[in-house]
């Protein structure tokens, strides 16, 4: 895989995970409906267009004033696929504007090295010392397993450098699992809601973007349509 190729990936993923973190943090209703980059929603229509992706890229890196209280961090597992990836994706809130702090993604199918990616990946935004007494709040992707959140979450709570964190549940068995599930509305309207803070210019990437995996170009300059 080339270095622009893996780097146009981590943005898709990058604006995916930060939908489904708009969604659980604030509890409003936004969708993501298959692919943001590079898939069509019908024959003629893009699910994010060239001149908002254009306008996005554009933005100055966000730098925040003061230390954060909250990190949201959305957790998205491998398909199981050669084609997919597990990927992790950490934002913030801030005056009004959803930073994009950063994100990592691993073709690998190894635990260790799955889990490596995560770990560091929590550790090094928790070094950084605006976020360094931050709560995480965890959102993991359940709809292929729950059996992979409640995994993840036994391993975070052993990780004491992680810190204070909470892996959120939205189980519609109200059984209390670990993850969160998502249908085909919620997944809608997380698209909807992402064109409409692109828009509105209040998604933007953090002045230390975070990544703790394999190198790659700055992905605010990679955006295609």
């Given at each position: ?57 554009e933005f ?99 990780q004491p ?65």
């Amino acid at each position: 895989m080339s270095l622009s190729s893996l780097s146009k990936k981590l943005a898709n993923k990058a604006l995916k995970l930060t939908g489904y973190c708009i969604k659980w943090s604030f509890f409003k209703l936004y969708r993501y409906a298959r692919e943001i980059l590079g898939q069509t929603v019908s024959n003629r229509e893009y699910m994010i267009d060239a001149a908002t992706l254009k306008k996005f890229k554009e933005f100055p890196l966000y730098r925040f004033p003061d230390r954060v209280h909250v990190v949201h961090i959305g957790i998205d597992p491998s398909g199981g696929s050669t084609s997919s990836d597990y990927a992790i994706c950490s934002t913030a809130r801030d005056n009004g504007q959803f930073v994009i702090i950063g994100c990592d993604i691993s073709g690998s199918f190894k635990q260790d090295d799955i889990l490596w990616m995560l770990d560091n990946h929590l550790l090094k935004i928790r070094q950084q010392p605006q976020y360094t007494d931050a709560f995480f709040m965890i959102y993991i992707e359940a709809n292929m397993s729950w059996i992979s959140a409640d995994g993840l979450k036994n391993h975070f709570g052993k990780q004491p450098q992680i810190g204070q964190h909470l892996v959120y549940s939205r189980d519609p068995k109200h059984l209390g699992r670990p993850g969160v599930w998502t249908g085909e509305s919620e997944k809608e309207l997380y698209a909807k809601g992402l064109r409409k803070m692109m828009h509105a210019g209040q998604l933007r990437y953090a002045e230390n973007f975070i990544s703790v995996g394999k190198p790659v170009l700055e992905s605010k300059h990679i955006l295609e349509a």
